[in-house]
């Protein structure tokens, strides 16, 4: 298994401005991926991202508003531009290890006020 | 259309009564499944995996899973419930090219005593 941390746990933003959150992972994993989870709903991916190459997008996520970076195998930032209250959501990172076995973070809990 | 359908979306149950979630997939994932918990305020975590081999499979804490190739389901059960239990389940499957996530709408377990 992998231990994830995420940086911040929460945080209250007001609208127009941007949160970036941190993932950090105690080994060296080559797929991290971004997922957003609204009020009450299921998961949705964001976008992969791998060390040394552009993130990968799904439809409907842009890098102008969610750009990633991932400058080592342990690290990822996610940030969530120009906030409007419907992006509060709780946003996890997780990582892919053998066995296509994804391992979560405790995800950060973002309100936009 | 959804890949990964969960058939319920709250789940009362009686503590040490048996429970079963239902999940269904679509061909449109691949037979690599999983299913996740979500305690309250936590992120997730892993609790089986359906790879291969043999099609009853057991995970954490309990619970196991059947895979049915013919139904296309993967249902999630636990012969006795503890109120620790209470949490959101969610299946997933993997996408039939590459390596990403599809979950279903999630399962919220309500354990009462």
């Known amino acids: 298994s992998a231990v994830i941390s995420q940086k911040p746990s929460r945080d209250i933003c007001q609208r127009g401005t941007s949160l970036t959150i941190q993932c950090q992972v105690d080994?060296?994993?080559?797929?991290m991926f971004w997922y957003r989870q609204q009020p009450g709903q299921s998961l949705t991916l964001i976008a992969t991202a791998n060390q040394g190459s552009e993130a990968t997008y799904e439809s409907g996520f842009v890098i102008d508003k969610f750009p990633i970076s991932r400058p080592n195998l342990t690290f990822s930032t996610l940030t969530v531009s120009n906030l409007s209250p419907e992006d509060s959501s709780i946003y996890l990172c997780?990582?892919?290890?053998?066995?296509?076995?994804?391992?979560f973070g405790p995800g950060t809990r973002l309100t936009v006020t | 259309a959804q890949s990964v359908t969960q058939l319920d979306s709250q789940v009362p149950v009686f503590e040490e009564a048996p429970v079963e979630l239902r999940c269904n997939y679509s061909?449109?994932?691949?037979?690599?499944l999983f299913w996740y918990v979500q305690y309250p305020n936590q992120g997730l975590q892993l609790l089986l995996k359906y790879l291969s081999g043999s099609t009853l499979v057991k995970g954490i804490n309990g619970f196991e899973a059947e895979f049915n190739k013919s139904q296309t389901s993967f249902h999630l059960r636990k012969p006795s419930v503890h109120i620790s239990d209470t949490a959101e389940y969610f299946c997933a499957g993997l996408k039939a090219a590459g390596n990403k996530l599809t979950f279903g709408g999630g399962t919220r377990v309500l354990v009462k005593p």
């Open positions: 997780s990582v892919e290890l053998t066995g296509y076995e994804q391992y």
């Open positions: 061909s449109s994932v691949s037979v690599y």
């Open positions: 080994s060296q994993v080559t797929m």
